[in-house]
């Protein structure tokens, strides 16, 4: 290896001290020489097999097959598998001397504990204790590919974002299209019987709610795999910045020692450690990775809770856990309450009933969110939406209570009738109520009521039968009196 190496950078016998596991190929990828750990373990190259690629495969990056490729990865990371023993993989970096006719590879065993070693037939004995000067210039170039690949990863997901918001944009647009449609025939259903009028009300709004659930599904799933990826790639980050934190102590600890602080290189890389900030990037990177791997948790909830609830309705009755769907519910209607009133449940242990989830769903939605809307437009101060399941007489009950200021009594008679509403116009079609109505009682052989009072708000009660052939399975207790606006 004599030349292989400028005077400015490390000595052949470092590269030797400080790189046990080194290897040295020539520009026709013949081994020129083994650090003496892999020699022990591989033993020696002979003119029959002395090619780098007769005794290890690249396992990152994919694709080299030969010296001429080597010269397109040299800022990469490498991971090279042992043919002859394939648990044995070598990890690191790639030096080419000037004229690229030499390249050494700067590897070590890809191990995660000591234990391991024996195995491999090392020891910790074989691992040198790396000076500051070495590990800083291998920290520099792994954190320049690490940049590159946050480039990249960056510029993936900018293209699916705007993949992404031209999809809504498209959806959005036959959504509006369908809209239109449902507005110009609401005109010639005005005419039709009332009975007719209630039958085509249910139907469109049924329409209405399956594509917005179709194009629900849709965003979900499209947000679900970047948000992978994010994840992943924000937790690999994480682990990096928490690594590069141990070593930049290292290294300061190392550097303030009165015996190298008259050393001009030492000051130079003190400079350069200065000038590099490595200090702020440790402390504030991982409070910053670890804020946004809460978003991502957060956004897969919320997607997990919008596939859950647009699956596809059945059309047979089938068990269901109705305090799982209320927990769903609860996550998908965040929005509409979690400005106005604090949620709490008291969620106690029913059985599984048999029902249809999908139209049980919409009941919920509906309550819930009128409750945020009676808590919104009589300004309470301290908003409170209250959720409870529990059994009764053979039956489930299920109350969703709010402390707004009640229904006037001279409009209680009519909450449940057709296109009855007292929101302004555009915020309410005075359809919610009627359909939940209808849902409970003529879908399910329940009830559906209410108390109401100025000083205590309004509470929605409905009443559901078990059917005779249930299991008598039961839904898990949910945690009560959680705060789920925060």
């Given at each position: 290896m004599?030349?292989?190496?400028h005077?400015?950078e490390?000595?052949e016998?470092l590269?030797?001290q400080?790189?046990p596991f080194h290897?040295?190929?020539?520009?026709?990828?013949s081994i020129l020489s083994f650090?003496e750990?892999?020699?022990?373990?591989?033993g020696?190259?002979h003119?029959?097999?002395?090619?780098?690629f007769?005794h290890f495969?690249?396992?990152?990056p994919s694709?080299?097959k030969?010296?001429?490729?080597?010269?397109k990865?040299?800022?990469?990371?490498?991971?090279l598998?042992?043919k002859?023993h394939p648990d044995?993989?070598?990890?690191g970096q790639?030096?080419v001397?000037?004229n690229?006719s030499h390249?050494?590879?700067?590897?070590?065993?890809?191990?995660?504990?000591v234990?391991?070693?024996?195995?491999?037939?090392?020891s910790l004995n074989?691992?040198?204790?790396?000076?500051?000067?070495s590990?800083?210039?291998i920290?520099?170039?792994?954190?320049?590919?690490s940049?590159?690949?946050?480039?990249?990863l960056s510029?993936?997901l900018?293209?699916l974002n705007?993949?992404?918001?031209?999809r809504?944009?498209?959806?959005?647009?036959?959504?509006?299209?369908?809209a239109?449609e449902?507005l110009?025939?609401k005109?010639v259903?005005e005419h039709e019987m009332?009975?007719r009028?209630r039958?085509?009300?249910?139907?469109?709004?049924?329409?209405?709610?399956?594509?917005v659930g179709?194009?629900a599904?849709?965003?979900a799933h499209?947000?679900?795999t970047?948000m992978?990826y994010?994840?992943?790639?924000?937790s690999?980050?994480?682990?990096s910045?928490s690594d590069?934190?141990?070593?930049?102590?290292t290294?300061?600890?190392?550097?303030s020692?009165?015996?190298l602080m008259?050393?001009p290189?030492?000051?130079?890389?003190?400079e350069k450690?200065?000038d590099a900030?490595?200090?702020?990037?440790c402390e504030?990177?991982?409070?910053?990775?670890n804020r946004a791997?809460e978003?991502?948790?957060r956004?897969?909830?919320i997607?997990?809770?919008?596939?859950?609830f647009?699956?596809?309705d059945r059309?047979?009755?089938?068990?269901?856990?109705?305090?799982?769907?209320?927990g769903?519910?609860l996550?998908?209607a965040?929005n509409?309450?979690?400005?106005v009133?604090?949620?709490?449940?008291?969620l106690?242990?029913?059985?599984l009933?048999?029902c249809?989830?999908g139209d049980?769903?919409?009941v919920?939605?509906?309550?819930?969110?009128n409750?945020?809307?009676?808590i919104?437009?009589n300004?309470?101060?301290e908003g409170?939406?209250?959720?409870?399941?529990?059994?009764e007489?053979?039956?489930?009950i299920?109350?969703?209570?709010?402390?707004?200021?009640?229904?006037?009594?001279d409009?209680?008679h009519?909450?449940?009738?057709?296109?009855?509403?007292?929101k302004?116009?555009g915020?309410?079609?005075?359809q919610?109520?009627s359909?939940?109505?209808?849902?409970?009682?003529?879908?399910?052989g329940?009830?559906l009521?209410?108390?109401?009072?100025?000083?205590?708000?309004?509470?929605f009660?409905i009443?559901l039968p078990?059917?005779s052939n249930?299991?008598g399975s039961?839904?898990p207790q949910?945690?009560?009196?959680?705060?789920?606006?925060?």
């Open positions: 004599t030349g292989l190496f005077s400015s490390l000595s016998k590269l030797t400080a790189f290897i040295v190929i020539d520009d026709l990828g650090g750990p892999l020699e022990r373990k591989i020696q190259v003119e029959d097999n002395k090619s780098l007769d495969t690249f396992q990152h694709g080299v030969s010296v001429a490729d080597l010269a990865f040299k800022n990469k990371l490498f991971l598998a042992s002859k044995l993989v070598l990890r790639m030096v001397s000037e690229q390249f050494v590879f700067l590897v070590s065993p890809w191990v995660t504990d234990d391991v070693l024996d195995s491999l037939g090392f074989d691992f040198p204790v790396h000076s500051p000067m590990d800083f210039l920290l520099v170039q792994a954190q320049k590919v940049l590159d690949d946050s480039m990249r510029d993936e900018t293209h705007k993949e992404l918001e031209e809504v944009l498209r959806r959005t647009k036959a959504l509006e299209r369908q239109e449902l110009e025939s005109s259903l009332k009975e009028e039958v085509e009300v249910e139907l469109r709004h049924a329409q209405k709610l399956e594509s179709q194009l599904a849709g965003i499209e947000i679900n970047p992978q994010i994840g992943s790639s924000l690999f980050l994480n682990d910045l590069l934190g141990g070593l930049n102590n290294l300061n600890s190392y550097f020692q009165d015996s008259a050393d290189k030492v000051m130079e890389f003190q450690l200065e900030d490595l200090d702020y990037l504030r990177g991982p409070k910053a990775l791997l978003g991502i948790a956004v897969t909830e997607v997990s809770a919008m596939n859950e647009t699956h596809p059309k047979e009755k089938d068990n269901a856990d109705i305090n799982r769907a209320l769903t519910v996550t998908v965040s509409e309450y979690k400005y009133a604090r949620i709490e449940t008291d106690q242990e029913i059985p009933i048999d249809y989830l049980l769903n919409q919920f939605l509906n309550l819930v969110v409750a945020a809307h009676a919104a437009e300004n309470v101060e409170t939406i209250k959720v409870s399941t529990r059994m007489n053979g039956r489930v299920v109350s969703v209570a709010d402390n707004g200021t009640g229904i006037p009594k409009i209680q009519r909450i449940f009738d057709p296109f009855f509403t007292t302004e116009v915020r309410g079609t005075g919610g109520l359909i939940s109505h209808n849902i409970i009682v003529e879908k399910h329940g009830r009521y209410f108390e109401t009072s100025p000083e205590h708000g309004t509470t009660f009443e078990i059917a249930n299991n039961l839904s949910l945690e009560g009196g959680r705060d789920l606006a925060a």
